[in-house]
């Protein structure tokens, strides 16, 4: 198969045809590089070597009434985790300037939960224009559950950026990991979202049985869709959950799976999220050719890998950071003292 020829097709803004995406998903690892090397030629059209950074705040944890199966903050969930409401403005605010400290372009504010009630409305709005007043040039993004328009308007008044709704498997795999609502429910909020002027976030969750025909659904709808980032997770098994035993990803697929994105969305952030650090193991850099954003710090309820790994991850593949006008330079201090 010539991986170039869907790179062309790619930038040339055509459809990609669905036979030579299910290819590329079996493709033999042996052709992980030149897959890779195709869909960089795709992501420096869009994002030159520039590398998003955002920055993850689990602003109100655990409690759901849903039955997300891979989540630990369900209700099904025996996972032990920390719960507790909504945090302070102050708890935001300071989380708001880790972010700025890590050059990180956006904070992702993610509450637990079906949706917002008009009071957690009210307490994200004030947190948010905070934010706004504290540091202007943040980007924010925000993630409530369902929500309709008149939700989604007052966000949007209120200074928010972006809304995160993730699809996360194929619509014929939706009744399987949630009973609670429905995969249509949650492209009505993305559509919410959009029609009140947020910029769409949405993306997937592999590792949960999904099927190659499944992975290409999921690519082609969020292309239709139009979203703006697509966050492309691999589920972190967590004991306690009913999906504590998935996974079954390689690092050869992940790789795959963040090139067809790249392919079928050339010009929408594709952001390496959850999971990179538990399948892509030492293969990690790789995904940057594809992807051009990362999350930096933890994650939901579980680890993610030291930022200052991060930053020389991208420090030594020569690409830069986003919004840091010089390439990424990690602290010296810290390098110090992990050369000891
Ligand atoms: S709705 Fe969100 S917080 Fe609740 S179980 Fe599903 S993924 Fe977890």
């Given at each position: 198969?010539?991986?170039?020829?869907l790179?062309?097709l790619a930038?040339?803004?055509?459809?990609?045809?669905?036979?030579?995406?299910?290819?590329?998903?079996?493709?033999?690892?042996?052709?992980?590089?030149?897959?890779?090397?195709?869909?960089f030629?795709?992501?420096r059209a869009?994002?030159?070597?520039?590398?998003?950074?955002?920055?993850?705040?689990n602003a109100?944890?655990?409690?759901?009434?849903?039955?997300?199966g891979?989540?630990?903050?369900?209700?099904v969930?025996?996972?032990?985790?920390?719960s507790y409401?909504?945090?302070?403005?102050?708890?935001i605010?300071?989380?708001?300037?880790r972010?700025v400290?890590?050059?990180?372009?956006?904070?992702c504010?993610v509450?637990?939960?079906?949706g917002?009630t008009?009071?957690e409305i009210?307490?994200?709005?004030?947190?948010?224009?905070?934010?706004?007043?504290?540091?202007p040039?943040?980007?924010?993004?925000?993630?409530l559950?369902?929500?309709?328009?008149?939700?989604?308007?007052?966000?949007?008044?209120?200074?928010?950026?972006?809304?995160?709704?993730?699809?996360?498997t194929?619509?014929?795999?939706?009744?399987?990991?949630?009973?609670t609502?429905t995969?249509?429910?949650r492209?009505?909020?993305l559509?919410?979202?959009?029609?009140?002027?947020?910029?769409?976030?949405?993306?997937?969750?592999?590792?949960?049985?999904?099927?190659?025909d499944e992975i290409?659904?999921l690519?082609e709808?969020?292309g239709?869709?139009?979203?703006d980032?697509?966050?492309?997770?691999?589920?972190i098994?967590?004991p306690?959950?009913?999906?504590?035993?998935?996974?079954?990803?390689?690092?050869q697929?992940?790789?795959k799976?963040?090139?067809?994105f790249?392919?079928?969305?050339?010009?929408?952030e594709?952001?390496?999220?959850?999971?990179?650090e538990v399948h892509?193991?030492?293969?990690q850099p790789?995904?940057?050719?594809?992807?051009n954003?990362?999350?930096?710090?933890?994650y939901?309820?579980?680890?993610?890998?030291?930022?200052?790994?991060?930053?020389?991850?991208?420090?030594?593949?020569?690409?830069?950071i986003?919004?840091?006008?010089?390439?990424a330079?990690?602290?010296?201090?810290?390098?110090?003292?992990?050369?000891?």
């Amino acid at each position: 198969m010539n991986y170039e020829t869907l790179a062309d097709l790619a930038l040339e803004g055509k459809e990609i045809p669905r036979q030579d995406l299910r290819s590329l998903l079996r493709a033999p690892d042996d052709d992980v590089l030149a897959v890779l090397q195709a869909a960089f030629r795709v992501r420096r059209a869009a994002f030159g070597k520039r590398v998003k950074l955002n920055y993850l705040l689990n602003a109100k944890s655990g409690l759901c009434p849903e039955d997300c199966g891979y989540c630990s903050q369900s209700k099904v969930s025996e996972a032990d985790i920390d719960s507790y409401p909504f945090l302070s403005d102050k708890e935001i605010l300071a989380a708001a300037g880790r972010a700025v400290n890590l050059s990180a372009r956006r904070l992702c504010l993610v509450n637990s939960g079906r949706g917002p009630t008009d009071g957690e409305i009210r307490a994200i709005s004030g947190a948010v224009e905070k934010v706004r007043e504290t540091y202007p040039s943040l980007e924010i993004c925000v993630c409530l559950g369902l929500l309709g328009e008149d939700k989604a308007g007052a966000l949007k008044a209120a200074g928010v950026d972006a809304y995160n709704h993730n699809l996360n498997t194929a619509e014929s795999r939706y009744p399987s990991i949630c009973s609670t609502h429905t995969y249509r429910d949650r492209v009505e909020t993305l559509k919410a979202a959009k029609k009140s002027g947020l910029s769409p976030c949405s993306g997937c969750l592999f590792g949960m049985g999904e099927t190659d025909d499944e992975i290409v659904d999921l690519a082609e709808t969020l292309g239709r869709t139009g979203v703006d980032s697509i966050p492309l997770n691999f589920l972190i098994p967590i004991p306690g959950t009913p999906l504590e035993g998935g996974g079954g990803l390689t690092p050869q697929k992940c790789l795959k799976i963040l090139c067809l994105f790249r392919f079928v969305n050339p010009k929408s952030e594709v952001r390496v999220a959850g999971g990179r650090e538990v399948h892509l193991r030492w293969l990690q850099p790789l995904g940057l050719y594809a992807a051009n954003s990362i999350f930096i710090g933890d994650y939901l309820t579980t680890k993610g890998q030291k930022p200052e790994s991060d930053i020389a991850m991208i420090r030594d593949l020569g690409f830069e950071i986003e919004g840091a006008g010089v390439p990424a330079a990690a602290p010296e201090e810290e390098f110090a003292v992990r050369l000891k």
